[in-house]
């Protein structure tokens, strides 16, 4: 899916416009209605009329219009409000992320951040309110990321943002009892964002580009709102380093490249660079490392390799036995299983998967299926690697995955 420059900038305003509204108004459900409105109606216009000298004062005035046009009454108190806000020309409202920017600007999108992550939204509606919300999308254009029918979308939306209001959720931050905990959350939601974008779960694409450029911008944001959380550090460091290779993950007919078979030569050496400076420096100063830290730490081992043979396999063998303990995970586990194979032998890394083959969460995961086949491959056990990577296929969702674990079985059926 392609985004041109009226795409990146009407989703750049929409958290701003939203917390503009909510800051007036308050009720979260008929602000973001009000808002994706008026990003329509932008979206419709402004290619023929042209953009607008002042576009969030426009976006501003058309969804307080909507806003008002939805909960007018005959109330004398509102019936005012009404006045005043079609009284207020559009020049009037200043664009955050001028020069001008506000300390209180750049902090709402962080609010709307943690309102979309609610403890009281399951993780999939958390993502789903988070790209429309703050990240701009469209109902359609998520109901495509997850491979779902619009109206599906529109009413996980919908309940999302009526779920949120019945547990009484306010646009404040949460109390600074809870916001360790609301950040996690938040955090979690843009890693799954990054990650489905990255590799996306199911479908014919490998990739879907917006969704990481929309975590990356989002992250961003909120590095900027807590420039000195060590977390929000390691995770963005960890997307640069993850999306530094993006060019090289695919061949020119879209299949999957694996890791180390990439064109280390087509990585991305600015990202790179940023995303180790970030991790360093964090690392450096942090007092307690956390899964992300850890993580971004392992994929700068990776990006600092000049060649796959080169890469510090004990170091990343040491980082992912600190992150079981920091974050235990069977996918992490089975991580851990490929550099034990790099360090120790192929036979120490089946050790690993084989004591995760009776855990039900994995025991129809590709991955599991495509590592064992791997270091079964890497043991010279090469009847029971192409039973594995069939297997691996067979339970692949997305069609370049499933692709390229057809391809490993095959070429060694033709090897013999």
């Not at 979206?43 to 426009?58: F, K, L, R």
């Not at 999308?137 to 109206?151: K, N, Q, R, S, W």
Request: hydrophobic content about 45%.
């Amino acid at each position: 899916m392609t985004r041109g420059p009226l795409d990146d900038l009407l989703r750049e305003l929409a958290p701003q416009v939203l917390g503009a509204l909510m800051r007036r108004y308050g009720r979260f459900d008929t602000a973001e209605d009000a808002v994706q409105e008026a990003l329509l109606a932008a979206a419709t216009q402004w290619p023929v009329e042209g953009v607008p000298d002042n576009p969030y004062g426009w976006l501003v005035t058309a969804a307080g219009r909507r806003f008002i046009d939805w909960v007018r009454s005959d109330t004398a108190r509102q019936r005012r409000e009404d006045a005043d806000m079609m009284a207020t020309p559009a020049a009037a409202y200043v664009a955050p992320g001028a020069d001008e920017e506000r300390a209180g600007d750049r902090d709402d999108s962080l609010r709307l951040l943690f309102l979309c992550c609610h403890p009281s939204l399951s993780p999939p509606s958390q993502i789903a309110l988070t790209l429309r919300a703050v990240g701009g999308l469209g109902t359609a254009e998520i109901a495509h990321a997850f491979f779902v029918p619009e109206a599906t979308m529109a009413q996980r939306i919908s309940r999302a943002k009526q779920s949120v209001r019945k547990a009484g959720a306010t646009f404040d931050l949460p109390p600074p009892g809870e916001r360790a905990e609301r950040l996690k959350a938040v955090l979690h939601v843009l890693y799954l964002m990054f990650n489905e974008g990255y590799t996306v779960t199911a479908g014919p694409d490998l990739q879907r580009d917006d969704l990481t450029a929309d975590a990356l911008r989002l992250t961003r944001l909120v590095r900027r709102v807590l420039p000195d959380d060590a977390e929000v550090a390691g995770l963005l460091a960890l997307m640069l380093l993850t999306e530094a290779r993006h060019d090289a993950r695919t061949a020119a007919d879209g299949s999957l490249v694996a890791l180390a078979d990439q064109d280390r030569g087509r990585w991305d050496q600015d990202l790179i660079a940023e995303g180790v400076a970030l991790i360093s420096t964090t690392l450096a100063a942090t007092r307690e490392l956390g899964p992300y830290q850890i993580q971004a730490a392992i994929a700068a081992v990776h990006d600092e390799a000049p060649r796959v043979e080169d890469t510090d396999w004990p170091q990343v063998l040491a980082l992912y036995g600190l992150l079981e303990q920091v974050a235990p995970n069977p996918m992490v586990t089975l991580s851990k299983a490929v550099a034990e194979a790099e360090v120790n032998g192929p036979d120490a890394g089946l050790a690993i998967v084989s004591g995760l083959e009776a855990d039900d969460r994995m025991a129809r995961h590709h991955r599991l299926h495509a590592v064992r086949a791997h270091l079964l491959e890497m043991a010279g056990r090469r009847a029971e690697a192409l039973d594995g990577y069939r297997a691996a296929a067979l339970y692949a969702t997305s069609a370049p995955e499933k692709r390229y674990l057809d391809g490993r079985a095959a070429r060694l059926v033709q090897t013999g």
